[in-house]
């Protein structure tokens, strides 16, 4: 069938998380041309949409983005020539839409802190987060907060992570960002 659209998003694990979610939808992306394409960082935005977007492959196109990485998304589809984007209204109109922080913390809000910490447990990593617990700069702080930092502190766990996180949403809690990216692409027609 060949691509029609593309979703791009920073890294693997964003990328892992919503071909997990699309699976658990019962969607095939592959059989629907919706690619899935991890950046490498938001600094590659520019390059992506001009490999896929209106001046290249002229692919339909949307993204999800954390909050810190905004005005690299903002420039990029600027730059591209897909959109101006002057707020997040005007970025989702565009396909682009923003995780709270990031995507760990939209996760961790969606399932509870108690049910992550128990797939920390799953994942045999729990005396690795107590211990993380326990450091000075983190003692103390809302367990939500530690958690999201946890998944950032060993190369592999975000990626290793999010498919699983994934796995044990509940999908009438899905955050808004991820089903809202897949909704888009569904309704998206290439440029």
């Excluded at 699976?23 to 896929?52: C, H, P, Q, W, Y």
């Excluded at 049910?115 to 809302?142: N, S, Y």
């Excluded at 991820?178 to 998206?188: E, S």
Aim: hydrophobic residues 45%; proline residues 4%; negative net charge.
């Amino acid at each position: 069938m060949g691509s029609r659209a593309v979703i791009l998003v920073e890294g693997l694990s964003d990328k892992h998380a919503l071909e997990t979610l699309a699976r658990r939808r019962d969607r095939d992306l592959d059989s629907e041309g919706i690619d899935v394409v991890a950046m490498g960082g938001s600094k590659n935005i520019t390059a992506f949409l001009e490999r896929f977007g209106p001046a290249g492959q002229g692919l339909a196109l949307a993204g999800l983005y954390d909050a810190g990485e905004e005005a690299d998304f903002r420039r990029g589809l600027e730059r591209a020539g897909v959109g101006v984007a002057f707020d997040r209204d005007a970025m989702e109109r565009l396909g682009f839409y923003r995780c709270v922080e990031d995507l760990e913390d939209e996760l961790i809000r969606a399932l509870g802190a108690e049910a992550v910490e128990q797939i920390v447990e799953e994942q045999g990593e729990l005396e690795m987060w107590r211990t993380f617990q326990k450091q000075p700069a983190w003692r103390g702080r809302p367990k939500e907060e530690q958690l999201r930092r946890f998944f950032g502190t060993f190369a592999g766990r975000k990626i290793r992570s999010a498919p699983v996180l994934v796995e044990a949403l509940d999908l009438a809690r899905v955050p808004r960002p991820l089903d809202a990216v897949l909704a888009h692409v569904t309704a998206a027609r290439p440029a």
